[in-house]
């Protein structure tokens, strides 16, 4: 019997940028939450109440991605100045630029080990760079038009890309081989990701719709068709029972992936919403947009509803491991279109916030490689 979801709630939002919002992601720390803008700035806003917000500067031009190392000591950003900056968020504000792309850098993300960095770019490649020699290490190279996004896979052994070429590949990080390529007509593809267990990735593309494909029958198994315009980034659930998207339409929406169907939809934002994150627990998102501002919410809808799951499955005549969106959705690929049964979530966004966060803007000095390596190689002191 299912249970009734308890709906998610905006906890906080955050002011500070002066253009569009264009990339989040939360420190796996559970204390700070990063996101890039229009307005060339990385921003740090710690969680903590009445605690400082930090502004970045350095990088000369937009910046289009932002992502913490997996020990929480490292941010990574991507930017349409060409370059990728590695920093440390400290108040000294440092930073080390690395310099192979030679066109507008679209994406940024940690292997899951910390070791790598994998880019994305308008000169059409992908790219590797070792975090621990500061250097560039390979490219990719068999896109034929911009490259929107690259994501590792969670053992680090593929990595997905796409782009307006209307493909999504799949590489062997071994053999630096492209190994697949789930090709779409329809238009661009936007935004790629891995699940947790890493056996699905999805896309969404600038047509409205979300994909899901199972890596182990290189099959599309989901299909959603639920935002009135372009999706411009998406985050799933470490349960990988659900999914967030943000798009254009204003809106974030909500799929449960295991029923297949959109449970919610949200309406914090004014004008595009371009960025959603979930944390690495999964018990806050963020999202970004146009609007300027980062919401922050917390997720509450997964409290109650993976635990019945789980029981189900427990009784199931066969033992099989922790169930994911495979394991239960129909095989068969079908379209997801929007339901009138989705909750329609409205918040009165100026009254969840008391006080704007004191901001301290810190300078534009590059970090030495040395100095940034001994961070990289010291653990973290109490």
């Known amino acids: 019997m299912a249970s009734v979801l308890e709906d998610p709630s905006l906890e906080r939002h955050f002011k500070g940028h002066k253009g569009a919002v264009i990339c989040t992601d939360f420190n796996p720390n559970r204390k700070q939450l990063a996101s890039g803008s229009v307005d060339k700035t990385l921003m740090i806003w710690n969680l903590a109440p009445k605690a400082r917000a930090f502004r ?51 994406s940024v993300a940690f292997s899951h080990d910390g070791q790598r960095l994998v880019t994305a770019s308008d000169d059409k490649s992908v790219k590797v760079w070792s975090v621990h020699r500061q250097c560039f290490l390979y490219s990719l190279n068999q896109h034929t038009n911009w490259v929107r996004c690259a994501r590792f896979s969670p053992d680090s052994h593929l990595i997905a890309s796409c782009g307006d070429d209307r493909t999504v590949r799949l590489w062997d990080t071994s053999t630096k081989h492209c190994i697949n390529c789930f090709t779409d007509p329809a238009e661009s593809a936007t ?12 896309s969404s593309g600038a047509d409205s719709s979300l994909k899901i494909w199972d890596l182990r029958t290189n099959k599309l198994i989901q299909h959603y068709q639920v935002h009135s315009a372009g999706i411009n980034s998406f985050s799933f659930h470490p349960s990988n029972n659900y999914l967030i998207s943000g798009s254009s339409d204003s809106t974030v929406k909500i799929l449960d992936l295991v029923e297949g169907r959109l449970i919610y939809t949200l309406h914090g934002h004014k004008g595009a919403v ?26 509450n809808f997964d409290k109650k509803s993976y635990q019945d799951v789980l029981q189900q499955h427990s009784r199931r005549s066969t033992p099989d491991p922790a169930p994911h969106l495979t394991d239960i959705h129909p095989r068969t690929p079908h379209l997801h279109r929007q339901q009138r049964s989705a909750i329609q979530i409205s918040p009165a966004v100026a009254d969840t916030q008391s006080i704007d966060p004191h901001v301290i803007e810190l300078g534009r000095s590059v970090h030495s490689a040395t100095d940034l390596l001994s961070l990289y190689q010291s653990p973290k002191r109490a």
């Open 56 to 106: 970045y500067v350095g990088h000369q031009d937009l910046i289009t991605g932002v992502q913490f190392s997996p020990s929480g000591h490292l941010v990574a950003t991507s930017s349409k100045d060409r370059t990728v900056r590695l920093w440390t968020p400290t108040m000294k504000g440092e930073s080390t630029v690395f310099k192979a792309h030679t066109a507008t850098v679209r």
């Open 191 to 202: 935004f790629v990701g891995f699940n947790s267990s890493g056996t699905c990735i999805a």
């Open 274 to 299: 371009i960025t959603v994150a979930f944390s690495r627990a999964g018990d806050l998102f963020a999202s970004g947009g146009a609007d300027g501002q980062v919401l922050m919410w917390r997720t």
